[in-house]
T-cell receptor, first 115, second 113 residues
Framework: DQQVKQNSPSLSVQEGRISILNCDYT??????FLWYKKYPAEGPTFLIS?????DKNEDGRFTVFLNKSAKHLSLHIVPSQPGDSAVYFC??????????????FGKGMKLTVNP | GAGVSQTPSNKVTEKGKYVELRCDPI?????LYWYRQSLGQGPEFLIY????????DSGLPNDRFFAVRPEGSVSTLKIQRTERGDSAVYLC???????????FGPGTRLTVT
């Protein structure tokens, strides 16, 4: 049973436009959420995170929104750039000691930004 | 600075053989994690170390899988009697503290023939 779901396998957007990547989760114990970006033949690279005590976190072109009641989070990238083309993973954890510990990942979504 | 490194980058082995996969975390990182990523899936948690001890090994699929971190730095994931279903990319990550971001290595692609 997938606890973290990324229901869209791929997304294609035009350079300069907004990319919106969605993620849903089922485990109400999750209290820390992260987005990772992965290029082929490389390990996932941390992008941005959000704690459950917040509903928004922003870092440059990247903003993550959390809707706890809907168990939904989204990553907004604006403006999108061709270098953003990669597979994006949503991940969540239920911290027992105030930390991220083990992460539960979604299946990933391939973003393609066209020049 | 040096990131997380994993060796070998690729490993092909025959069914039934024993393999060891190595992870060198970022210097000073106390927490170390192993994940497995099968084709078309996200990384799946296997085991996590805090220092030398395995704090959570609930993700290890069965007793053919074992991991050690004897000196609190380098870790080795050991798989006995490999099966074709073990074929995957094995990812290692480390973090400075429990609350820190996890930094991933490039992974070891294991193929069991």
């Amino acid at each position: 049973d997938q606890q973290v779901k990324q229901n869209s396998p791929s997304l294609s957007v035009q350079e300069g436009r907004i990319s919106i990547l969605n993620c849903d989760y089922t485990n109400s114990m999750f209290d820390y959420f992260l987005w990772y970006k992965k290029y082929p033949a490389e390990g996932p690279t941390f992008l941005i995170s959000i704690s459950s005590i917040k509903d928004k976190n922003e870092d440059g072109r990247f903003t993550v929104f959390l809707n706890k009641s809907a168990k939904h989070l989204s990553l907004h990238i604006v403006p999108s750039q061709p270098g953003d083309s990669a597979v994006y993973f949503c991940a969540a954890s239920a911290s027992t000691q105030g930390g991220s510990e083990k992460l539960v990942f979604g299946k990933g979504m391939k973003l393609t930004v066209n020049p | 600075g040096a990131g997380v490194s994993q060796t070998p980058s690729n490993k092909v082995t025959e069914k039934g053989k024993y393999v060891e996969l190595r992870c060198d975390p970022i210097s000073g990182h106390t927490a170390l994690y192993w994940y497995r990523q099968s084709l078309g899936q996200g990384p799946e948690f296997l085991i996590y170390f805090q220092g030398t001890g395995a704090a959570d090994d609930s993700g290890l699929p069965n007793d053919r899988f074992f991991a050690v971190r004897p000196e609190g730095s380098v870790s080795t994931l050991k798989i006995q009697r490999t099966e074709r279903g073990d074929s995957a990319v094995y990812l290692c990550a480390s973090s400075l503290t429990l609350a820190g971001e996890q930094y991933f290595g490039p992974g070891t692609r294991l193929t069991v023939t």
